[in-house]
Structure formats: structure tokens, C-alpha cells
């Protein structure tokens, strides 16, 4: 059973930096991808980043694109997600999630396994 452990959430002032990071255990397979979520208060959970195992393939939603990089070390066995110039809209919590397969990795559907959350707050 897939298990991730996110790491790295925090209060920062807007225009700062933070990076996250995911580690995943029991991973016996060397497809599919990792994707962060973010979910604020009141809102859906909504797709963030995402990259494939296999040869990195990264992916970003427009509203964080050239502001935050995922990244993986597979020898780690962990997920990487660089926030920098944050902003107050960028407050929520972040979710890893794990993917078997690399089709359609832009949809929440598409990810089995979830990690607990780590709470990332923008100051303004």
C-alpha cells in the first residue's frame, strides 16, 4: 500500500519562498506520476503540479506556473514542490498524491493514494 508523508508547509510572507515535500513508501511500481492538490477553505480541491516517475514530465496549473517547480528524486522516493513569489491566494492546504498511470494525471480522479495535507499560509 502506497503511503505518502508530506513535510514543509508553513507561514510565509507574500513574495517568499517555500518547498515541499513528499515522501512515498510501499511505491512497487516505476509509472505513473505524483501530483500536488490544494484545497482552501471552502473551496475544491484543485489540481497544482504534477510529474512523471519516469522521465520527469511536469505539468503546473496556470495560476502557479513559472512561480512554483516539482521536482522527484526517485532514489529518494520523494516529490518536490518550489513555491516561490507566493501570494495570499496560494493560502490552503497542499495534498501529494500518487498516480499508476501517467494518462489524465491533470484529474483528481486519477490518484489512488492521498497524503494528510500540509497547511501553507500567505501573509499579505
Known amino acids: 500500500q502506497v503511503r505518502l508523508v508530506e513535510s514543509g508547509g508553513g507561514l510565509v510572507q507574500a513574495g517568499g519562498s517555500l518547498r515541499l515535500s513528499c515522501v512515498v513508501s510501499g511505491r512497487t511500481f516505476n509509472t505513473g506520476a505524483m501530483g500536488w492538490f490544494r484545497q482552501a477553505p471552502g473551496k475544491e480541491r484543485q489540481f497544482v503540479a504534477t510529474?512523471?516517475?519516469?522521465?520527469?514530465?511536469?505539468y503546473y496549473a496556470d495560476s502557479v506556473a513559472g512561480r512554483f517547480t516539482i521536482s522527484r528524486d526517485n532514489a529518494k522516493n520523494t516529490v518536490y514542490l518550489q513555491m516561490n513569489s507566493l501570494k495570499s491566494e496560494d493560502t490552503a492546504v497542499y495534498y501529494c498524491?500518487?498516480?499508476?498511470?501517467?494518462?489524465?494525471?491533470?484529474?483528481?480522479?486519477?490518484?489512488?493514494?492521498w497524503g494528510q495535507g500540509t497547511q501553507v499560509t500567505v501573509s499579505s
Open positions: 498524491a500518487s498516480a499508476r498511470s501517467r494518462s489524465n494525471v491533470l484529474i483528481r480522479g486519477q490518484y489512488g493514494a
Open positions: 510529474i512523471t516517475w519516469s522521465d520527469g514530465i511536469a
